[in-house]
């Protein structure tokens, strides 16, 4: 699925309801979805690192359609390559 269409998709399942919680308690649902995924991480439990992997995306696209972001437009950042070195694969040094 196309990134825009997935951003419509979540925006008609829930905006309206994310609308009314407004933007921190939103973000406050993120983090924990975070925090979800961190667990499953950490277990290393495919199955759920699945689900938690989609939950995440789910809430990002939410705040960014309630912050009246396209996630479309946000991955011009990367799309020529590393923001800071400019290279496929990146080149800077790790710190």
Known sequence: MEIDKFQKLIEEMYLKKDAKRGLSKTFMWFT????ELSRALRENNKEALKKEFADVLAWLFTLASLSGIKMEE???KYT???PVCSRIP???KEE
């Open 80 to 82: 020529a390559g590393c």
């Open 32 to 35: 924990e979805e975070v925090g």
């Open 90 to 92: 990146c080149a800077c």
């Open 74 to 76: 946000t991955i011009d």
